[in-house]
């Protein structure tokens, strides 16, 4: 068990808190970059380049928004993602994300983007009982961290969107398109060569045993 992660502002205020549950963390340097690339691709290409807000995802979202009439999903970078787990409803709302917002500034004032992107991958739901990247990797793959393939780390990646229903163990189909729209945004960033594209969508989908029961330990 992994006692919670606990991330204060420079006067003592909590920003941040992990959940109470069992995952393996493992340190960003340890992670095969291609998985890394993956992750980056499939939920924040820019990561590297804003300061916890992409601004033009927003301003995409809001047009959106506006032809729809409605609160669509989704601009949300990975600090945000990180910054929605302090919160414990899951509500699509205008003040919800300008909360989402305004930690994930304070989240990039404490932190660097890799210890960002760190605390991402080791809590994160990939689906199945699988907190964490390791966790997945064994989960969906039964396979360490340095064995996965480009094309398991792009279908990974995809999970955490929708960790449920387009799971591979429930719907196979969606999430080898889902892997494929990964793989491409890879390719057009310069991740992964014309090769490696047609060789990781050319692989063959070996999942694992399936999920297993896990027991979730929480702390008073």
């Given at each position: 068990d ?6 204060y502002?420079a ?41 916890g807000?992409d ?22 970078t ?22 989402d ?5 304070e989240?990039e004032?404490k ?76 390719h057009?960033?310069?991740m ?29």
């Amino acid at each position: 068990d992994v006692p919670p992660t606990k991330i204060y502002s420079a006067d003592g205020v909590l920003l941040y808190q992990s959940i109470n549950i069992f995952r393996k963390p493992v340190e960003l340097d340890k992670i095969p970059q291609h998985i890394v690339d993956a992750t980056l691709a499939a939920e924040d290409k820019r990561f590297y380049q804003h300061n916890g807000v992409d601004e033009w995802a927003i301003a995409r979202q809001m047009v959106t928004n506006a032809k729809e009439q409605r609160v669509a999903g989704g601009a949300s970078t990975i600090t945000m993602q990180l910054a929605k787990r302090a919160f414990s409803n899951s509500e699509k709302t205008i003040t919800r994300k300008i909360d989402d917002m305004a930690l994930a500034f304070e989240l990039e004032r404490k932190l660097t983007k890799d210890e960002i992107l760190q605390y991402y991958l080791n809590e994160v739901y990939y689906g199945s009982g699988a907190y964490g990247i390791k966790a997945a990797a064994e989960v969906h793959f039964n396979k360490k961290l340095e064995k996965i393939t480009i094309g398991e780390a792009a279908m990974l990646a995809r999970l955490v969107r929708r960790p449920s229903d387009e799971n591979p163990y429930i719907n196979l189909k969606k999430a080898t398109t889902n892997r494929n729209v990964v793989l491409n945004i890879m390719h057009e960033e310069g991740m992964i060569t014309e090769e490696e594209l047609a060789a990781a969508k050319a692989e063959e989908v070996k999942l694992g045993e399936g999920p297993k029961s896990r027991t979730v330990v929480h702390k008073a």
